[in-house]
Protein backbone atom coordinates (compact mmCIF):
# COMPACT_ATOMS: atom_id res chain seq x y z
CA UNK A 1 0.00 0.00 0.00
CA UNK A 2 2.93 2.42 0.58
CA UNK A 3 6.16 2.16 -0.86
CA UNK A 4 8.58 4.74 0.94
CA UNK A 5 12.30 4.72 -0.35
CA UNK A 6 15.21 7.06 0.16
CA UNK A 7 13.18 9.68 1.48
CA UNK A 8 14.35 12.48 2.59
CA UNK A 9 12.96 16.26 3.57
CA UNK A 10 15.25 19.27 4.65
CA UNK A 11 13.69 22.51 5.80
CA UNK A 12 15.90 25.36 5.56
CA UNK A 13 18.84 23.65 7.44
CA UNK A 14 17.29 20.85 9.58
CA UNK A 15 16.80 17.23 8.26
CA UNK A 16 13.35 16.68 9.46
CA UNK A 17 13.37 13.04 7.68
CA UNK A 18 16.82 11.54 6.85
CA UNK A 19 16.49 9.27 4.23
CA UNK A 20 14.01 6.71 5.04
CA UNK A 21 12.68 3.59 3.68
CA UNK A 22 9.84 1.15 4.57
CA UNK A 23 6.98 -0.71 3.00
CA UNK A 24 3.64 -1.15 4.24
CA UNK A 25 1.29 -3.91 3.10
CA UNK A 26 -2.39 -3.75 2.48
CA UNK A 27 -4.28 -4.39 5.41
CA UNK A 28 -1.74 -3.37 7.99
CA UNK A 29 -2.23 -1.29 11.08
CA UNK A 30 1.12 0.47 11.36
CA UNK A 31 2.71 2.19 14.53
CA UNK A 32 5.05 5.06 13.69
CA UNK A 33 6.58 6.33 17.22
CA UNK A 34 9.55 8.76 18.24
CA UNK A 35 10.32 10.68 20.74
CA UNK A 36 9.37 14.71 19.57
CA UNK A 37 10.66 15.92 16.57
CA UNK A 38 11.45 12.99 15.48
CA UNK A 39 10.29 13.39 11.70
CA UNK A 40 6.41 11.36 12.48
CA UNK A 41 4.47 14.15 11.16
CA UNK A 42 6.64 15.49 8.55
CA UNK A 43 6.59 11.86 6.71
CA UNK A 44 3.18 11.95 7.19
CA UNK A 45 2.41 15.24 5.73
CA UNK A 46 4.93 13.90 2.58
CA UNK A 47 1.93 11.05 2.35
CA UNK A 48 -0.61 12.80 2.32
CA UNK A 49 0.59 15.50 -0.19
CA UNK A 50 0.65 18.32 1.59
CA UNK A 51 3.93 18.53 0.96
CA UNK A 52 6.79 17.05 -1.48
CA UNK A 53 10.07 15.28 -0.01
CA UNK A 54 13.56 17.12 -1.03
CA UNK A 55 14.52 13.87 -2.24
CA UNK A 56 13.35 9.79 -2.53
CA UNK A 57 10.14 8.11 -3.64
CA UNK A 58 6.72 7.38 -1.87
CA UNK A 59 4.13 5.60 -3.71
CA UNK A 60 0.56 4.87 -2.24
CA UNK A 61 -1.46 2.67 -3.45
CA UNK A 62 0.98 2.31 -6.64
CA UNK A 63 0.74 6.73 -7.58
CA UNK A 64 4.20 8.84 -6.76
CA UNK A 65 2.89 11.22 -4.14
CA UNK A 66 4.45 13.99 -6.50
CA UNK A 67 3.09 12.78 -9.71
CA UNK A 68 -0.05 11.59 -9.05
CA UNK A 69 -0.91 13.53 -5.95
CA UNK A 70 -4.61 13.68 -6.90
CA UNK A 71 -5.07 10.15 -7.10
CA UNK A 72 -3.01 9.88 -3.94
CA UNK A 73 -5.21 12.17 -1.92
CA UNK A 74 -8.54 10.11 -3.76
CA UNK A 75 -7.23 6.87 -1.31
CA UNK A 76 -6.34 8.45 1.46
CA UNK A 77 -8.39 9.38 5.13
CA UNK A 78 -5.79 11.86 7.07
CA UNK A 79 -6.57 13.71 10.35
CA UNK A 80 -3.61 16.11 10.77
CA UNK A 81 -1.93 16.83 14.30
CA UNK A 82 -3.58 19.32 15.77
CA UNK A 83 -7.48 18.84 14.17
CA UNK A 84 -7.82 21.63 12.32
CA UNK A 85 -11.24 22.48 12.03
CA UNK A 86 -13.44 24.98 10.31
CA UNK A 87 -14.83 26.38 13.67
CA UNK A 88 -17.60 28.53 11.84
CA UNK A 89 -19.70 25.16 10.39
CA UNK A 90 -22.09 22.81 12.24
CA UNK A 91 -20.75 19.17 12.68
CA UNK A 92 -23.12 17.50 9.61
CA UNK A 93 -22.41 20.97 7.63
CA UNK A 94 -19.06 19.92 7.79
CA UNK A 95 -18.84 16.53 7.49
CA UNK A 96 -21.17 17.19 4.43
CA UNK A 97 -18.88 19.48 2.70
CA UNK A 98 -15.83 17.36 3.33
CA UNK A 99 -17.81 14.36 2.13
CA UNK A 100 -18.33 16.01 -1.28
CA UNK A 101 -14.60 16.98 -1.39
CA UNK A 102 -14.10 13.56 -1.25
CA UNK A 103 -16.15 12.80 -4.54
CA UNK A 104 -19.74 11.51 -2.25
CA UNK A 105 -23.10 12.84 -2.96
CA UNK A 106 -26.80 12.51 -3.09
CA UNK A 107 -27.92 9.21 -0.97
CA UNK A 108 -24.50 7.66 -0.54
CA UNK A 109 -23.38 10.75 1.42
CA UNK A 110 -25.79 10.85 3.51
CA UNK A 111 -25.51 7.03 4.31
CA UNK A 112 -21.74 7.46 5.15
CA UNK A 113 -22.40 10.51 6.96
CA UNK A 114 -24.82 8.79 9.32
CA UNK A 115 -22.12 5.86 9.39
CA UNK A 116 -18.82 8.18 10.69
CA UNK A 117 -21.24 10.32 12.94
CA UNK A 118 -22.45 6.36 14.69
CA UNK A 119 -18.99 5.13 14.62
CA UNK A 120 -17.89 8.62 16.39
CA UNK A 121 -20.25 8.80 18.52
CA UNK A 122 -21.32 12.27 17.41
CA UNK A 123 -25.14 11.91 17.05
CA UNK A 124 -25.59 14.23 20.10
CA UNK A 125 -23.61 17.34 19.09
CA UNK A 126 -24.27 16.76 15.24
CA UNK A 127 -26.01 19.78 14.74
CA UNK A 128 -23.56 22.02 17.15
CA UNK A 129 -21.23 24.50 15.71
CA UNK A 130 -17.71 23.27 15.37
CA UNK A 131 -16.30 26.03 17.80
CA UNK A 132 -18.65 25.34 20.93
CA UNK A 133 -17.54 21.47 20.95
CA UNK A 134 -15.15 20.28 23.71
CA UNK A 135 -11.79 19.40 22.65
CA UNK A 136 -12.50 15.85 22.37
CA UNK A 137 -15.71 16.07 20.55
CA UNK A 138 -13.72 18.00 17.69
CA UNK A 139 -11.17 15.50 17.50
CA UNK A 140 -13.95 12.64 17.17
CA UNK A 141 -15.04 15.16 14.05
CA UNK A 142 -11.65 14.87 12.81
CA UNK A 143 -11.55 11.32 12.99
CA UNK A 144 -14.94 11.11 11.11
CA UNK A 145 -13.48 13.52 8.67
CA UNK A 146 -11.12 11.31 7.61
CA UNK A 147 -13.16 7.84 7.86
CA UNK A 148 -15.79 9.73 5.71
CA UNK A 149 -14.40 9.09 2.45
CA UNK A 150 -14.12 5.56 2.79
CA UNK A 151 -10.37 5.33 2.18
CA UNK A 152 -8.16 2.63 1.18
CA UNK A 153 -5.76 4.14 3.65
CA UNK A 154 -5.98 6.06 6.91
CA UNK A 155 -2.82 8.46 8.09
CA UNK A 156 -3.75 9.65 11.60
CA UNK A 157 -1.17 11.71 13.74
CA UNK A 158 -2.04 10.94 16.89
CA UNK A 159 -5.27 10.13 17.00
CA UNK A 160 -5.85 9.50 20.62
CA UNK A 161 -4.91 12.51 22.07
CA UNK A 162 -7.01 14.50 24.19
CA UNK A 163 -9.87 11.89 24.87
CA UNK A 164 -11.46 10.64 27.92
CA UNK A 165 -10.17 6.44 28.72
CA UNK A 166 -13.73 5.42 27.34
CA UNK A 167 -13.71 7.27 23.97
CA UNK A 168 -10.08 6.16 23.68
CA UNK A 169 -10.85 2.31 24.25
CA UNK A 170 -13.44 2.70 21.57
CA UNK A 171 -11.24 4.59 18.82
CA UNK A 172 -8.92 2.04 19.51
CA UNK A 173 -11.54 -0.88 18.70
CA UNK A 174 -12.69 1.18 15.61
CA UNK A 175 -9.03 1.45 14.19
CA UNK A 176 -8.75 -2.44 14.64
CA UNK A 177 -11.89 -3.01 12.75
CA UNK A 178 -11.19 -0.64 10.11
CA UNK A 179 -7.54 -2.06 9.83
CA UNK A 180 -9.46 -5.65 8.79
CA UNK A 181 -9.73 -4.61 5.60
CA UNK A 182 -7.73 -0.82 5.10
CA UNK A 183 -4.20 0.59 6.22
CA UNK A 184 -4.06 2.39 9.09
CA UNK A 185 -0.90 4.07 9.89
CA UNK A 186 -0.71 6.54 13.24
CA UNK A 187 1.38 7.87 15.24
CA UNK A 188 1.12 8.31 18.93
CA UNK A 189 3.50 8.48 21.83
CA UNK A 190 0.90 5.97 24.27
CA UNK A 191 3.39 2.77 23.84
CA UNK A 192 0.15 0.29 25.45
CA UNK A 193 -1.57 1.71 22.74
CA UNK A 194 0.80 0.34 19.63
CA UNK A 195 0.75 -3.17 21.58
CA UNK A 196 -2.80 -3.66 21.53
CA UNK A 197 -3.50 -2.35 17.92
CA UNK A 198 -0.62 -2.51 15.77
CA UNK A 199 0.89 -5.39 13.97
CA UNK A 200 3.28 -3.69 12.79
CA UNK A 201 5.99 -0.84 14.02
CA UNK A 202 7.86 1.79 12.70
CA UNK A 203 10.83 3.63 15.39
CA UNK A 204 11.59 6.71 14.53
CA UNK A 205 14.86 8.65 15.95
CA UNK A 206 15.90 11.72 14.76
CA UNK A 207 14.74 11.66 11.17
CA UNK A 208 16.03 7.92 11.04
CA UNK A 209 14.09 4.45 11.13
CA UNK A 210 15.85 2.77 13.87
CA UNK A 211 13.85 0.24 14.09
CA UNK A 212 11.00 -1.43 11.98
CA UNK A 213 9.57 -4.89 12.14
CA UNK A 214 6.43 -6.87 13.18
CA UNK A 215 5.39 -6.11 16.94
CA UNK A 216 6.28 -10.07 18.05
CA UNK A 217 10.18 -9.98 16.26
CA UNK A 218 10.70 -6.43 17.16
CA UNK A 219 9.88 -8.39 20.94
CA UNK A 220 11.56 -11.76 21.02
CA UNK A 221 14.77 -10.11 18.84
CA UNK A 222 15.03 -7.99 21.88
CA UNK A 223 17.26 -9.19 24.54
CA UNK A 224 14.98 -10.51 27.64
CA UNK A 225 15.32 -9.25 31.22
CA UNK A 226 15.92 -10.75 34.18
CA UNK A 227 14.21 -9.45 37.58
CA UNK A 228 14.89 -9.95 40.93
CA UNK A 229 12.96 -8.85 43.95
CA UNK A 230 14.86 -9.55 47.56
CA UNK A 231 14.63 -7.41 51.16
CA UNK A 232 17.95 -6.00 51.55
CA UNK A 233 19.44 -2.18 51.42
CA UNK A 234 19.51 -1.18 47.37
CA UNK A 235 23.01 -0.10 47.45
CA UNK A 236 24.13 -3.37 48.89
CA UNK A 237 22.14 -5.27 46.27
CA UNK A 238 23.95 -3.56 43.45
CA UNK A 239 26.95 -3.82 44.68
CA UNK A 240 26.47 -7.76 45.19
CA UNK A 241 24.99 -7.98 41.77
CA UNK A 242 28.30 -6.80 40.00
CA UNK A 243 29.57 -10.28 41.21
CA UNK A 244 27.39 -11.30 38.49
CA UNK A 245 29.81 -10.92 35.40
CA UNK A 246 27.55 -11.50 32.72
CA UNK A 247 24.89 -8.86 34.37
CA UNK A 248 24.71 -5.35 32.54
CA UNK A 249 22.34 -2.54 32.53
CA UNK A 250 20.86 -3.43 36.03
CA UNK A 251 18.27 -1.09 37.30
CA UNK A 252 17.10 -1.02 40.73
CA UNK A 253 14.15 0.60 42.38
CA UNK A 254 12.81 0.33 45.80
CA UNK A 255 9.49 -0.35 47.22
CA UNK A 256 8.20 -0.91 50.53
CA UNK A 257 11.81 -2.83 51.70
CA UNK A 258 11.86 -4.76 48.88
CA UNK A 259 14.43 -3.59 46.16
CA UNK A 260 13.81 -4.95 42.28
CA UNK A 261 16.40 -5.19 40.15
CA UNK A 262 16.64 -5.69 36.37
CA UNK A 263 19.37 -6.51 34.16
CA UNK A 264 20.47 -7.65 30.69
CA UNK A 265 22.59 -10.62 30.01
CA UNK A 266 25.55 -10.43 28.01
CA UNK A 267 25.35 -14.44 26.84
CA UNK A 268 21.70 -14.47 25.28
CA UNK A 269 22.28 -18.00 25.11
CA UNK A 270 22.18 -19.14 28.23
CA UNK A 271 20.24 -18.31 31.31
CA UNK A 272 21.42 -16.48 33.71
CA UNK A 273 19.26 -16.51 36.79
CA UNK A 274 21.35 -19.78 38.55
CA UNK A 275 24.17 -17.20 38.57
CA UNK A 276 21.83 -14.57 39.69
CA UNK A 277 20.27 -17.13 42.86
CA UNK A 278 23.92 -17.92 43.78
CA UNK A 279 25.25 -14.49 43.82
CA UNK A 280 22.47 -13.26 45.86
CA UNK A 281 21.96 -16.14 48.40
CA UNK A 282 25.45 -15.55 50.03
CA UNK A 283 23.64 -13.04 51.62
CA UNK A 284 20.72 -14.85 52.52
CA UNK A 285 18.55 -12.11 52.15
CA UNK A 286 14.78 -12.87 52.12
CA UNK A 287 14.02 -13.27 48.22
CA UNK A 288 10.63 -13.59 46.54
CA UNK A 289 10.83 -13.27 42.86
CA UNK A 290 12.96 -14.30 40.11
CA UNK A 291 11.94 -14.37 36.77
CA UNK A 292 12.70 -13.36 33.20
CA UNK A 293 10.51 -11.12 31.19
CA UNK A 294 9.69 -10.09 27.57
CA UNK A 295 11.14 -6.64 26.99
CA UNK A 296 7.80 -4.57 26.38
CA UNK A 297 7.95 -1.81 23.66
CA UNK A 298 8.68 1.01 26.29
CA UNK A 299 11.97 -1.07 27.20
CA UNK A 300 13.03 -1.01 23.11
CA UNK A 301 11.33 2.47 22.52
CA UNK A 302 13.66 3.89 25.77
CA UNK A 303 16.60 1.43 24.36
CA UNK A 304 16.74 2.88 20.57
CA UNK A 305 16.01 6.36 20.84
CA UNK A 306 18.28 6.98 23.89
CA UNK A 307 21.33 5.73 22.72
CA UNK A 308 23.34 6.82 19.27
CA UNK B 1 -16.85 21.70 -11.18
CA UNK B 2 -18.22 19.75 -8.61
CA UNK B 3 -15.29 20.82 -6.15
CA UNK B 4 -15.57 24.08 -7.49
CA UNK B 5 -19.12 24.43 -6.44
CA UNK B 6 -18.70 22.64 -3.26
CA UNK B 7 -15.89 24.72 -2.10
CA UNK B 8 -17.38 28.53 -3.99
CA UNK B 9 -20.91 27.47 -1.21
CA UNK B 10 -18.42 26.99 1.82
CA UNK B 11 -16.44 30.26 1.09
CA UNK B 12 -20.06 32.29 0.75
CA UNK B 13 -21.38 30.96 3.73
CA UNK B 14 -18.63 31.66 5.40
CA UNK B 15 -18.39 35.17 4.45
CA UNK B 16 -22.17 35.33 5.26
CA UNK B 17 -21.59 33.94 8.88
CA UNK B 18 -18.85 36.32 9.59
CA UNK B 19 -20.08 39.78 11.31
CA UNK B 20 -17.01 41.14 9.54
CA UNK B 21 -19.22 40.82 6.23
CA UNK B 22 -22.26 42.57 8.03
CA UNK B 23 -19.93 45.37 9.35
CA UNK B 24 -18.60 45.78 6.34
CA UNK B 25 -21.54 45.78 4.38
CA UNK B 26 -23.61 48.13 6.35
CA UNK B 27 -20.82 51.00 6.22
CA UNK B 28 -20.72 50.25 2.76
CA UNK B 29 -24.67 51.09 2.56
CA UNK B 30 -23.81 53.91 4.80
CA UNK B 31 -21.47 55.70 2.42
CA UNK B 32 -23.16 54.91 -1.03
CA UNK B 33 -26.57 56.26 0.65
CA UNK B 34 -24.99 59.35 1.49
CA UNK B 35 -23.36 59.89 -1.72
CA UNK B 36 -26.66 59.03 -3.30
CA UNK B 37 -28.45 61.91 -1.12
CA UNK B 38 -26.13 64.60 -2.12
CA UNK B 39 -26.35 63.41 -5.57
CA UNK B 40 -30.59 64.15 -5.13
CA UNK B 41 -29.27 67.16 -3.86
CA UNK B 42 -27.70 68.27 -6.51
CA UNK B 43 -29.95 67.63 -9.13
CA UNK B 44 -32.69 69.47 -7.01
CA UNK B 45 -30.58 72.56 -7.08
CA UNK B 46 -32.04 74.01 -10.09
CA UNK B 47 -29.54 76.98 -10.04
CA UNK B 48 -26.99 73.65 -12.07
CA UNK B 49 -27.21 72.68 -15.14
CA UNK B 50 -27.80 69.08 -15.80
CA UNK B 51 -24.40 67.23 -17.05
CA UNK B 52 -24.90 63.53 -18.26
CA UNK B 53 -22.19 62.51 -15.56
CA UNK B 54 -24.56 62.75 -12.16
CA UNK B 55 -23.74 58.88 -12.26
CA UNK B 56 -20.23 59.73 -11.57
CA UNK B 57 -20.96 60.56 -8.21
CA UNK B 58 -22.31 57.05 -6.95
CA UNK B 59 -19.62 55.18 -8.86
CA UNK B 60 -15.80 56.67 -8.18
CA UNK B 61 -16.52 60.23 -8.32
CA UNK B 62 -15.44 61.03 -4.74
CA UNK B 63 -12.20 60.67 -2.48
CA UNK B 64 -14.68 58.82 0.23
CA UNK B 65 -16.07 56.28 -2.48
CA UNK B 66 -12.62 54.91 -3.43
CA UNK B 67 -11.58 55.05 0.56
CA UNK B 68 -14.29 52.86 0.98
CA UNK B 69 -14.18 50.28 -1.91
CA UNK B 70 -10.44 49.75 -0.87
CA UNK B 71 -11.48 49.18 3.10
CA UNK B 72 -14.25 47.31 1.53
CA UNK B 73 -12.65 45.04 -0.43
CA UNK B 74 -9.52 44.59 2.16
CA UNK B 75 -11.66 43.21 4.79
CA UNK B 76 -13.43 41.03 2.80
CA UNK B 77 -10.54 39.14 1.11
CA UNK B 78 -7.95 39.12 4.13
CA UNK B 79 -9.11 36.22 5.41
CA UNK B 80 -9.25 34.11 2.60
CA UNK B 81 -6.13 32.34 2.69
CA UNK B 82 -4.57 33.71 5.83
CA UNK B 83 -7.27 32.07 7.89
CA UNK B 84 -6.69 28.97 6.27
CA UNK B 85 -3.11 29.19 7.29
CA UNK B 86 -3.41 30.44 10.61
CA UNK B 87 -5.67 27.76 11.73
CA UNK B 88 -3.70 24.81 9.66
CA UNK B 89 -7.26 24.21 7.75
CA UNK B 90 -5.11 24.68 4.78
CA UNK B 91 -3.66 21.34 5.54
CA UNK B 92 -7.20 19.32 5.65
CA UNK B 93 -8.19 21.49 2.26
CA UNK B 94 -5.30 20.45 0.26
CA UNK B 95 -5.28 16.77 1.39
CA UNK B 96 -8.55 16.25 -0.18
CA UNK B 97 -8.46 15.86 -4.08
CA UNK B 98 -8.99 19.36 -5.17
CA UNK B 99 -6.33 21.21 -7.30
CA UNK B 100 -4.99 24.70 -6.68
CA UNK B 101 -6.70 26.19 -9.06
CA UNK B 102 -10.23 25.04 -7.73
CA UNK B 103 -9.66 26.45 -4.63
CA UNK B 104 -8.22 29.89 -5.92
CA UNK B 105 -11.07 30.17 -7.71
CA UNK B 106 -13.83 29.23 -5.75
CA UNK B 107 -12.69 31.69 -2.88
CA UNK B 108 -12.23 34.61 -5.60
CA UNK B 109 -15.69 34.09 -6.92
CA UNK B 110 -17.18 34.07 -3.57
CA UNK B 111 -15.62 37.16 -2.26
CA UNK B 112 -16.41 38.86 -5.68
CA UNK B 113 -20.00 37.27 -5.23
CA UNK B 114 -20.23 38.92 -2.23
CA UNK B 115 -18.94 41.98 -3.34
CA UNK B 116 -21.37 42.51 -6.24
CA UNK B 117 -24.34 41.83 -3.85
CA UNK B 118 -23.92 44.71 -1.92
CA UNK B 119 -24.49 46.27 -4.77
CA UNK B 120 -28.11 44.92 -5.30
CA UNK B 121 -29.51 47.68 -3.12
CA UNK B 122 -28.29 50.65 -4.53
CA UNK B 123 -30.53 49.21 -7.37
CA UNK B 124 -33.10 50.87 -5.65
CA UNK B 125 -31.47 54.41 -5.94
CA UNK B 126 -31.27 53.85 -10.07
CA UNK B 127 -35.06 52.76 -9.42
CA UNK B 128 -35.83 55.87 -7.08
CA UNK B 129 -33.97 58.25 -9.46
CA UNK B 130 -35.53 56.96 -12.70
CA UNK B 131 -38.96 58.42 -10.75
CA UNK B 132 -38.01 62.15 -11.00
CA UNK B 133 -35.95 62.51 -13.72
CA UNK B 134 -34.80 60.81 -16.88
CA UNK B 135 -32.55 58.11 -16.14
CA UNK B 136 -29.78 56.94 -19.12
CA UNK B 137 -29.83 53.39 -18.49
CA UNK B 138 -26.56 52.90 -20.69
CA UNK B 139 -24.40 54.70 -18.41
CA UNK B 140 -26.11 52.79 -15.31
CA UNK B 141 -25.15 49.61 -16.84
CA UNK B 142 -21.76 50.95 -17.97
CA UNK B 143 -21.31 51.84 -14.23
CA UNK B 144 -22.46 48.65 -12.97
CA UNK B 145 -20.14 46.74 -15.49
CA UNK B 146 -16.95 49.09 -14.62
CA UNK B 147 -17.73 48.49 -11.04
CA UNK B 148 -18.00 43.94 -12.09
CA UNK B 149 -14.61 44.82 -13.65
CA UNK B 150 -13.22 46.93 -10.84
CA UNK B 151 -14.12 44.28 -8.24
CA UNK B 152 -12.83 41.63 -10.36
CA UNK B 153 -8.99 43.46 -10.15
CA UNK B 154 -9.09 44.77 -6.20
CA UNK B 155 -10.80 41.17 -5.37
CA UNK B 156 -8.29 39.24 -7.09
CA UNK B 157 -5.44 41.56 -5.60
CA UNK B 158 -6.93 41.30 -2.12
CA UNK B 159 -6.96 37.31 -2.59
CA UNK B 160 -3.49 37.18 -3.99
CA UNK B 161 -1.58 39.45 -0.67
CA UNK B 162 -3.94 36.79 1.78
CA UNK B 163 -2.13 33.78 0.23
CA UNK B 164 1.24 34.66 1.15
CA UNK B 165 0.74 35.26 5.08
CA UNK B 166 -0.74 33.71 7.76
CA UNK B 167 -2.02 37.21 9.39
CA UNK B 168 -5.31 38.61 8.34
CA UNK B 169 -4.41 42.07 9.66
CA UNK B 170 -1.14 42.12 7.13
CA UNK B 171 -3.13 41.30 4.89
CA UNK B 172 -5.30 43.71 5.03
CA UNK B 173 -2.72 46.48 5.30
CA UNK B 174 -0.99 45.23 2.49
CA UNK B 175 -4.30 45.13 0.22
CA UNK B 176 -5.60 48.30 1.53
CA UNK B 177 -2.47 50.36 1.28
CA UNK B 178 -1.98 48.26 -2.14
CA UNK B 179 -5.16 49.40 -3.66
CA UNK B 180 -5.10 53.55 -2.47
CA UNK B 181 -1.57 53.24 -4.54
CA UNK B 182 -3.45 52.35 -7.55
CA UNK B 183 -5.89 55.07 -6.90
CA UNK B 184 -2.76 57.30 -6.62
CA UNK B 185 -1.27 56.70 -10.15
CA UNK B 186 -3.71 58.89 -11.56
CA UNK B 187 -2.63 62.11 -8.83
CA UNK B 188 1.19 61.23 -9.68
CA UNK B 189 1.03 61.06 -13.52
CA UNK B 190 1.21 65.57 -13.15
CA UNK B 191 4.09 65.49 -11.16
CA UNK B 192 6.37 62.13 -13.18
CA UNK B 193 8.54 62.84 -16.50
CA UNK B 194 6.64 62.84 -19.71
CA UNK B 195 8.04 59.40 -20.38
CA UNK B 196 6.50 57.88 -16.70
CA UNK B 197 3.54 59.47 -17.70
CA UNK B 198 2.09 57.38 -20.10
CA UNK B 199 3.19 54.21 -18.17
CA UNK B 200 1.32 55.84 -15.03
CA UNK B 201 -1.94 56.52 -17.16
CA UNK B 202 -2.05 53.53 -18.37
CA UNK B 203 -1.80 51.79 -15.22
CA UNK B 204 -4.00 54.38 -13.40
CA UNK B 205 -7.40 52.76 -12.28
CA UNK B 206 -9.17 56.18 -12.08
CA UNK B 207 -8.22 56.45 -15.82
CA UNK B 208 -9.50 53.40 -16.59
CA UNK B 209 -12.41 53.09 -14.59
CA UNK B 210 -13.78 56.92 -15.65
CA UNK B 211 -15.15 56.11 -19.32
CA UNK B 212 -17.48 53.57 -17.31
CA UNK B 213 -19.32 56.63 -15.56
CA UNK B 214 -19.56 58.89 -18.52
CA UNK B 215 -21.41 55.68 -20.08
CA UNK B 216 -18.77 54.22 -22.27
CA UNK B 217 -17.61 50.85 -22.47
CA UNK B 218 -13.88 51.09 -23.79
CA UNK B 219 -12.51 48.04 -25.00
CA UNK B 220 -8.95 48.95 -23.91
CA UNK B 221 -10.60 49.09 -20.08
CA UNK B 222 -12.00 45.97 -20.04
CA UNK B 223 -8.93 44.39 -21.32
CA UNK B 224 -7.28 46.14 -18.60
CA UNK B 225 -9.14 45.07 -15.77
CA UNK B 226 -9.37 41.39 -16.99
CA UNK B 227 -5.93 40.59 -17.77
CA UNK B 228 -4.45 42.39 -14.90
CA UNK B 229 -7.20 39.85 -12.61
CA UNK B 230 -6.16 36.83 -14.58
CA UNK B 231 -2.26 37.92 -14.08
CA UNK B 232 -3.43 38.37 -10.04
CA UNK B 233 -5.31 35.32 -9.99
CA UNK B 234 -2.06 33.71 -11.80
CA UNK B 235 0.32 34.63 -8.75
CA UNK B 236 -2.16 33.36 -6.45
CA UNK B 237 -2.52 29.71 -7.63
CA UNK B 238 1.54 29.77 -7.82
CA UNK B 239 1.51 31.52 -4.27
CA UNK B 240 -0.63 28.72 -2.71
CA UNK B 241 1.70 26.35 -4.45
CA UNK B 242 5.40 27.79 -3.16
CA UNK B 243 3.78 26.57 0.39
CA UNK B 244 5.38 23.02 -1.06
CA UNK B 245 9.03 24.58 -1.61
CA UNK B 246 9.49 26.60 1.21
N1 LIG C 1 7.49 23.98 8.98
C1 LIG C 1 8.66 23.68 9.57
N2 LIG C 1 9.73 24.46 9.41
C2 LIG C 1 10.91 24.16 9.98
N3 LIG C 1 11.13 23.07 10.74
C3 LIG C 1 10.09 22.25 10.95
C4 LIG C 1 8.80 22.50 10.39
N4 LIG C 1 7.98 21.50 10.75
C5 LIG C 1 8.70 20.67 11.52
N5 LIG C 1 9.98 21.10 11.63
C6 LIG C 1 11.07 20.43 12.37
O1 LIG C 1 11.20 19.14 11.85
C7 LIG C 1 11.49 18.21 12.88
C8 LIG C 1 10.49 17.06 12.84
O2 LIG C 1 9.21 17.56 13.16
P1 LIG C 1 7.91 16.66 13.20
O3 LIG C 1 6.76 17.58 13.40
O4 LIG C 1 7.88 15.80 12.00
O5 LIG C 1 8.16 15.80 14.50
P2 LIG C 1 7.21 14.72 15.19
O6 LIG C 1 7.93 13.43 15.14
O7 LIG C 1 5.86 14.76 14.61
O8 LIG C 1 7.20 15.24 16.69
P3 LIG C 1 5.99 15.25 17.77
O9 LIG C 1 6.03 13.92 18.43
O10 LIG C 1 6.41 16.32 18.72
O11 LIG C 1 4.72 15.54 17.06
C9 LIG C 1 11.44 18.99 14.19
O12 LIG C 1 12.76 19.24 14.59
C10 LIG C 1 10.74 20.27 13.83
O13 LIG C 1 11.24 21.34 14.59
MG1 LIG D 1 4.01 15.18 15.29
Redesign the pocket.
Known sequence: MIQVKELVKT??D?T?VDHISFNVEKGDIVGLL??????????MKILTCFMPATSGVAKVAGHDVFKESLEVRRHIGYMP?NVPLYPEMRVNEFLSYRGRLKGLKGQSLINRMNAVIDACELGQVRSRIIEQLSKGNRQRVGLADALIGDPDLLVLD?PTIGLDPNQVRKVRELIKEIGRDRTVIL?T?ILPEVEMVCEKVII?YK?KIVAQDSMSNLRSGNKKRYCVEVKAPKAEVERALLDVKEAYEIRTSENEGWVRAEMLSRLPEENISEKIFLVLQKHSWPMRLLTTKMPTLEDIFVEMTTKH | MRNFRTLYKRELATLYYTPTSYVVMCVFLIVVGWLFWILVNYLNAPSKPLEANVFGYLFGGTFIYWMVVAAVTSALTMRLFSEEYRTGTIEMLMTTPVTDTQVVLSKFSAALTFLMLMWVPTLVYVYILGKFTTVDYGVVFAGYLGTFLLNCMLTSLGIMISSTNKSQFVSFFVTFIGILMLFSLNFMQDVVSNKWRVVYRYASVLEQFNPFTKGVISSQSVVYFLSITAFLLFCTVKSVESRKWR
Open positions: YALAGPNGAGKTTTEESHMG
